[in-house]
């Protein structure tokens, strides 16, 4: 799971996955192969209740290793290898613990797509985003049609895509394609300060609204309401509603007298 170019520190319940590979985190075969390990190493971890992603540098990721690229890169290989990264990305987007990406400098093309699976993304006011595909005449992948649309809104992802244009940490924040935007020497006691306090949550409460929020838009709501009731009445019985609820009377209590 460790290695030089991505390495993965759990604490207080947060895996710290932070990649540090070459050509400002780019895709390539030093980065990719540990990634790819050390992100099923901390899904399958139960001691992980959080998963935070970040990039070494001063940049998050830069997409695909270009030098890879190009006619004498084999079809079939190349599909192979999209095959298995977006294998990875699916189980961070659809799986049961709640992704953060932390994000500064670039992150271009596949590398924005990564950051944009996550459940929630953090920007630094240096971040930069761009979905680059246009520019060297491919296509979005990594599930960038998908993450991007759900992001902005349809009108906006077909604008950033046909374009090719870089936006900013203010214009990401404006149209909703990240959640909060720090200042650069303050994001990571700032992350590391919410992600700790998700991983203090019932491990199968984040589990159940992640869930539900995910499939929000792909049924009605007669469909997620008799999933949420399905569900609650099980929640309810279980001790950490138990001991929350009764943590929270005692606070009321003390505060009343």
């Known amino acids: 799971m460790e290695s030089e170019c991505f390495k993965v520190e759990v604490v207080d319940g947060v895996a710290i996955c ?42 998050f990721c830069t997409g695909a290793d270009l030098n890879m690229m190009g006619e004498e890169m084999d079809p079939a290989v190349l599909y192979e290898s999209m095959e298995k990264v977006t294998s990875m990305m699916y189980r961070l987007h659809e799986g049961p613990k709640p992704v953060i990406c932390e994000v500064d400098g670039w992150s271009v093309g596949g590398g924005m797509s990564l950051a944009i699976c996550s459940d929630i993304t953090y ?16 296509i979005p992948d990594l599930g960038s049609s998908y993450f991007l649309s759900r992001r902005v809104g349809l009108a906006r992802a077909k604008e950033l ?75 309810v019985l279980s001790p950490e509603h138990k001991a929350d609820v009764e943590a929270f009377l005692a606070k009321q209590a003390s505060a009343d007298s």
């Open 18 to 59: 932070t990649m540090d590979g070459p050509r400002m985190n780019a895709m390539g075969e030093q980065l990719l192969v540990p990634m790819m390990e050390g992100l099923a190493s901390v899904l399958d971890d139960d001691a992980v209740r959080v998963i935070l992603l970040r990039g070494a540098g001063g940049n």
């Open 161 to 235: 895509a046909l374009t090719g244009r870089v936006i900013d940490a203010e214009e990401a924040y404006r149209i909703g394609l990240v959640n909060r935007v720090f200042p650069q020497d303050e994001i990571t006691g700032e992350v590391m300060k919410r992600a700790r306090k998700m991983a203090g949550r019932s491990a199968r409460a984040l589990e159940l609204t992640k869930r539900n929020l995910n499939v929000a838009h792909q049924v009605d709501l007669q469909t997620l309401m008799h999933l949420e009731n399905s569900t609650q009445p099980f929640m």
């Open 123 to 138: 920007a630094t006011d240096k971040a930069l985003f761009l979905m680059s595909f246009i520019r060297i005449s491919i």
